[in-house]
Nanobody, 118 residues
Framework: QVHLVESGGGLVQAGGSLRLSCVAS????????IGWYRQAPGRQRELVAD???????NYADSVKGRFTISRDNAKNTVYLQMNSLKPEDTAVYLC????????????WGQGTQVTVSS
């Protein structure tokens, strides 16, 4: 079982930056992919960015060139650096980890609110 805790959300003006953090604990050795999703009111949850244990990275088209996902294995932490923020980036940002230990497990954090004012 993997436990995820996000932090770093807040209120920022359009054009500003935020860095989100996701600290993983528990059975982190089994993590095969970890990333960020977001959910805005009235909209479906969508992938923002994720990275696999093999190093491959995926970004949503809407954030390419503005957001960067990175990982510090020593700290069991994944970051999402968000630059040039837009009002449409406003959402709850959630960390998700896929881990494997005999079976595949999916773990979610509680989320952190990001609000971008125009």
């Amino acid at each position: 079982q993997v436990h995820l805790v996000e932090s770093g959300g807040g209120l920022v003006q359009a054009g500003g930056s935020l860095r989100l953090s996701c600290v993983a604990s528990g059975s982190t050795f089994g993590i095969i992919a970890i990333g960020w999703y977001r959910q805005a009111p009235g909209r479906q949850r969508e992938l923002v960015a994720d990275l696999s244990s093999g190093g491959s990275i995926n970004y949503a088209d809407s954030v390419k060139g503005r957001f960067t996902i990175s990982r510090d294995n020593a700290k069991n932490t994944v970051y999402l650096q968000m630059n040039s923020l837009k009002p449409e980036d406003t959402a709850v940002y959630l960390c998700k980890a896929d881990s494997y230990s005999l079976t595949l497990h999916e773990s979610w954090g509680q989320g952190t609110q990001v609000t971008v004012s125009s």
